[in-house]
């Protein structure tokens, strides 16, 4: 029950419920036998599951595969056309596409968006000058983040979906986990929109069908692990170890005392950082592609 | 007289009028002793000037600086506060400044905008936090190229220019010059706007007050030649050769007829191609700096 | 006859050599029928050889695809494999692999070798530390170009290979063409190595078994031409175009004639220059890709 | 006492001696009024230096400014200026210069060293084609890690001084530290030589006089914080926070219980992660380009 702790993953979230309770969430999951990926579904149904799980409504799915944190090139055909066909899904025949890549080229755990962008088929001022037809409109932006532009990724997207008009958002973005196992192994997509910056700990203005005026789907890899969840993780297994030397402190605790003690320990310099592995460009690198693959398979109609 | 050959440059343009048929056009040179920055400052004053030199009705200052191009550090202080001088004059007074980056970071001669906007003092956010106060608003934004983003760079900077609201848009770009000696030891301001990608050819919508509703500077640095802009010299030079060989060619061919026969013989590929330095690298990394330099100087109200 | 203008690529050479005269050469052709791929094979035997074509005993083979300029992604793999093919043949067995990425990753045109290193699976450290077993060693550098370094990559390299010791190096350049249609769309290989910077022009101290003491496989890509290339094939061009006019001026210059008049009529400045298309940044991306998928199937012994 | 933390700084080392116990050390401090830069000289005199601080005998040195860390651009001429005075005392009047940067320039905390290579004045070439004379001889090269290469650092740099033959190699590299606010605006100079990777956990073979034949001088900055780190601190604190509670559990663990606990309750994951600041790239820019500066005012002999 770690809910005080960050993270982006309706997985994770989920694994705070306490069974039993899942009151407003349906959850499937399955694993594919010839590539080990496993498909978790988790629905969102009304307010109830809203408050369960502390996420809106709507359907968040998640695709694992450690095979993607290894140097195994197979595993990327399977995974984006698992990607895509879950696209599609959220999609549902909306013809004009406009990508966006979320973050900041210039910090490698935050370049997902930016990369997944530049490997794209960009088509919309080919089907505007005439140049192809018959082929899906597919428009793409990196915005850069508020460091880098002073304005809000909200306001420079909603400016320019009233001009685009695209039918539907794409929304690529870094994401945090708890977990480091999941980190650069895992894909989540929903259909409810993104929080830009939400990665590497910049909350900023939601992306979504309300603010943008348009339909969001997120793409999210989980690259980063806050600050804060390390040292909460710490403290628990702490704890657990002071236990076993048969010392009571556990009682003198509660989940939310701990929280707070693992907020005020720490170091407010310590808020604006994030954790990530040492091989986070290839693994960056690696993910981006499949999912800029996926997204490419839109370009027949 | 090669006024078919292209160049971004009103300096060169004005090359190409003939003595005392400057109808329209004031032009003013003086040469900083300590430094030996050349400033260059022509004005098209009514329509009969803008017939003359091809430019629009506006000030087109150029600052010429041999020793930009070598890695003599000592210039980078005194042009850029030449640079930020000019640009005080065209701004007169306007608060907010949103800066453009326009071209393609990933293709060398074109990055120098975006190269800029890297090294920018951003503030706006700041503003809006109130995390600073009594410092100008500066906001800014790299927006990619067509071939990146499928939309044109006017359609996405007239929806930002709505919300964000700037009161001027200083805008960044590569140029093409006709004179080799000019590539990267030129910057050249003016108040009448920018059509981006002009460098590397690629011709889009003006950027200007009438298409943002703001004002609109334009900074640029000749980065590229084009290639007809070559052949054409070569021709030229090559006709002189034979004349002095005392054949007569000269006269069967005019003006027009040189420039047509260039364009006849370029293998169409050759449209989409520029010729540019091989230590381009560092002449954009230079020049990008001195730039950023001058509008930083912004920073202080 | 275009002998005196320079060019990377065995296959141009030989279209300068007349029918009939080609003693000490033999060239194969073929066309796979499904894959459009073109695969021109030509071997150097002899002295005689050499001194027709200009280029050191060896095999010079070259791969021509015209989808590898198109965003036809189905290439990529029928191209990657046929490299591989061929690689395989001038490797014979050796079973140490040192992959050289040479050129400039700031300026786009040079980055091809960077770019394939980038995306390399490397394993000598992996084999030393004993982490995999059963699999080729191949370790990589991209050592950076002289401006950079001040050090020639041949006094590096050499150095490196006393070190390594590999068994062979394969070393992989941005080359010149003459043709614009060739940039992009061809690449050669070869046995006799390479020439360090020959595409942006910058001469430097061959790479090959004298210099380094191992075997040296040269993989190429023409990305630019010269500017004496493009001002040559214009002069040459405009005579043709004079000739049409009915003067006579052809006779009064020579083959050696025009290419000294290209040269003397092209400002010093220029010489330090190249042309390359536009979306170069795109066109090195992807055969940067394909040759380094050709190298990573040499993972499996 | 927090010994068994990983750190990089000589300065943070110091802290864990008992206070008149540092024998075989000697501190000087000063702080420049004009520029709050705080200087701190640290002598290893000894064995029983080297036990006590555990760093072999030497000197290091630390400069301190957290204006470094704002966007207070007057800090750059004062901090490079005091750096290149220090570095000059160490390099003693030797001539030839190789600086190499250490680091993986695709993760954007450990680019440092290619960073600040990219920004030199390169004139080893220059002075051998004697296009320049009467100055310093200065090369570079940025080797990549291990993981980009799979060849020790160690490796290729001795085997580039037996060729190049430099007087001093300087090597600058991202370390880590232990104390955030030290991140970024810390530099650490020292005469001992480095460990290529330390701040990013990866340890390898020495860069020093004895590995390399030729005095290597480290310079190095705090990029990253070890996830021990990270975790020891916040037990220590937690731990704290219950003594307060009137719970006697301090006793029942030292000091080196508390690290091996530490290690323990960390996935292994996690030791291959660091944790750095989200404006990390803003950071290294600004102190690379600080350091590249000093070491381009060896220029002038």
Chains 1, 2, 3, 4 share one sequence.
Request: proline share 4%; charged share 25%.
């Amino acid at each position: 029950m770690d809910r005080y702790i960050r993270t982006d993953l309706a997985l994770e979230l989920k694994d705070d419920v306490e069974e039993g309770s899942l009151d407003g969430i349906k959850i499937y999951t399955k694993k594919n036998q010839g590539t080990n990926i496993v498909e978790t579904r988790i629905d969102v149904m009304n307010e109830k599951g809203e408050k369960t799980l502390g996420k809106p409504v709507g359907t968040y799915i998640t695709l694992e595969s450690t095979a993607l944190r290894g140097s195994d090139e197979d595993i990327h055909k399977p995974l984006s056309e698992t990607l895509h066909k879950y696209l599609k899904t959220m999609i549902r025949g909306k013809e004009k596409i406009l990508v966006v890549g979320l973050g900041n080229r210039e910090v490698t755990p935050d370049a997902l968006g930016p990369y997944v962008v530049d490997n794209l088929y960009i088509t919309r001022h080919l089907l505007a000058e005439g140049i192809v037809s018959s082929v899906r409109e597919i428009s793409a932006i990196s915005p850069g983040v508020m460091a880098q532009t002073g304005i809000e990724s909200s306001t420079i997207l909603k400016a320019l979906c009233e001009k685009v008009k695209p039918d539907v958002v794409i929304a690529v973005d870094a994401l945090a986990a708890r977990e480091p196992s999941r980190l650069n192994s895992t894909i989540q997509i929903c259909d409810t929109g993104i929080s830009p910056g939400a990665g590497v700990g910049n909350n900023r203005i939601m992306l979504n069908e309300e603010t943008l005026g348009v339909k969001v789907i997120a793409i999210g890899v989980p690259t980063v692990i806050s600050v804060p969840a390390i040292v909460y993780q710490a403290i628990d297994s702490m704890l657990e170890a002071i236990l076993d030397k048969n010392v009571k402190v556990e009682d003198s605790l509660s989940e939310e005392d701990k929280y707070n003690v693992a907020c005020e320990l720490l170091e407010p310099e310590l808020a604006a950082m994030f954790v990530t592995p040492k091989n986070i460009d290839e693994a960056v690198k690696r993910v981006s592609f499949t999912i800029s693959e996926a997204i490419n398979k839109f370009f027949e109609l």
